[in-house]
């Protein structure tokens, strides 16, 4: 089955790719998710659209991906998270919340996508949180999650 994607999939592309992929991954995850839609030629002439809405919204070239790089690993990042008695959170951190403690520090806008952490942030404490904002450049910071 030949799909086009319009959202970031892991391990299968970007948006505006064509992807061929199994018919019951296609028809039962990704087009009901909304992750991608069918293929044809008119939906093709979509890609350029997509494609150009992915170019504005992303790093701009390497250096720029170094730039964002060293304003990430320079800051300290806090996240305020209602917890128990024993520093167990109530709940579990989302890369949403950790983009928007980025934003509060003083940081870039970041695609919640791109985040990667070290499994489920259940409790408080300090956590090595890594992006992947270019092909060839990851950050590296730590979020520190503390009672609020």
């Known amino acids: 089955m030949k799909i086009i994607l319009t959202q970031e999939v892991s391990?299968?592309?970007?948006?505006?790719?064509?992807?061929?992929?199994?018919?019951?991954?296609?028809?039962?995850?990704?087009?009901?998710?909304?992750?991608?839609?069918?293929?044809?030629?008119g939906a093709e002439k979509q890609?350029?659209?997509?494609?150009?809405?992915?170019?504005?919204?992303?790093?701009?070239?390497?250096?720029?991906a170094n730039e964002v790089k060293a304003q990430l690993e320079g800051l300290k990042v806090n996240l305020k998270a209602r917890a128990g008695d024993g520093g167990r959170l109530f709940g579990s951190v989302t890369p949403a919340e950790i983009v928007d403690a980025v934003k509060a520090a003083g940081g870039p806008t970041l695609d919640r996508r791109r985040l990667e952490m070290p499994g489920h942030i259940k409790s408080l404490g300090a956590y090595p949180v890594s992006v992947k904002l270019h092909p060839e450049v990851s950050a590296k910071f730590d979020l520190n999650v503390v009672q609020g």
Request: aromatic content about 8%; glycine content about 16%.
């Open 11 to 41: 391990g299968l592309g970007a948006p505006g790719d064509i992807v061929e992929v199994k018919n019951g991954y296609g028809r039962n995850y990704l087009l009901p998710q909304g992750f991608a839609i069918s293929w044809t030629k």
């Open 47 to 64: 890609v350029t659209v997509i494609k150009r809405a992915r170019g504005a919204r992303e790093i701009r070239d390497l250096g720029h």
